[in-house]
């Protein structure tokens, strides 16, 4: 019944760009130094050129489904973050049941203060150093900002970018490349078939979200208009094993036989439900499902009675479609917060800036390029149930 009544709810909703949150407006950049990025700056002397640049982009990627847990102002997201690491250009967060899935939750109204608590945590994490373990008071070289961020119900999504590529990502222009992000939650279930109804979903979502043109631009329309399409969340998908089975072949390690009989690998290499699409090696052990603030699956501790069976199960995944991706990591993290573990994969992808002057007269005067015209595209859009 969740998933009809989010749909219904949602499915309805005009997909536009007139109610999320973000650290600046867009129209208050400032002309970007290209040489910052590698780029070239065209000749003022050129009346009408054409020029391509490239810029080798990394992005991060993560899934979380928090349980409906508030997060606390102290809660460590550095594990996630990977913050010890060198910074990505992007960083794109999605979250699953930021709200309890309750009535009052799917048909009432947003509770954006909570979303308000996690970008707080994002904002505070990207924006400092952690040398040796420890979070300093130094901040990082670049700083990172808040590109986009928006709630559905139990769906959160949060992109984050680098200040100096800021000017570069937030407004459409002339661009080559057009890149999709979407975070969504399909249908649980761990009985035979139930797979079914997470292939719906999952084909729902991709054939009938539309998103509106902008005013001038050529956008693309549906998901899979787009060049580089990214899906990121709890997708689901189960082990198809008897319980004692699988809970075997995870206590050993197993990974190669589980994901053998992985429901989304098999829809992979299928190629029915996601034709098209690819996904990373898994050499991480399953997200799902834990006790609270522990590393025990749950059904792992005896004595407990009345508990429904849940046997381990990667329900959180991030696959992609489309050319000129590259995978360069695809793990877990170790947060305890919920009875799902978050999911992380970092990418580096090309990206192909064309851009046409016309001199610097109507250069300022034009409203399509708003004062910068090298940058390139990268519209946002959220998955639904």
Known sequence: MWPRLVASKLLRKRLGSNNFVADCPCN???LLDFSSLGLERASSGDILSTQEYS????IFVSTWNVGGVTPTADL????????CNSPCDIYVLGFQEVVPLRAANVLGTQ????CMTWNSLI???LNSKVINGKKTEAKVPQEFR???SKQMVGIFISVWVRSDLRPYVRNPSVSCVAFCFVCCHLASGGRKGDEKNRNSNAAEILSRTTFPRGPSFDLPRKILDHDRVVMLGDLNYRISLPESATRLLVDKGEWNVLLQNDQLRKELMNGQAFEGWHEGTIKFAPTYKFYPNSDEYYGAVAGKKGEKKRAPAWCDRVIWSGEGMKQHLYTRGESRLSDHRPVKAIFTTEVRVSRTQ????SFFLSERFDRIT???EMPLQEGVY
């Open 28 to 30: 208050t950049e400032s």
């Open 55 to 58: 810029h080798n982009c990394k």
């Open 76 to 83: 460590n997201m550095e594990d996630l973050l990977d913050t």
């Open 111 to 114: 509770k954006s203060n909570i």
């Open 123 to 125: 904002r505070e994490t």
């Open 146 to 148: 808040c590109l986009v």
């Open 358 to 361: 016309r001199g610097f007269q």
């Open 374 to 376: 090298g940058r390139f």
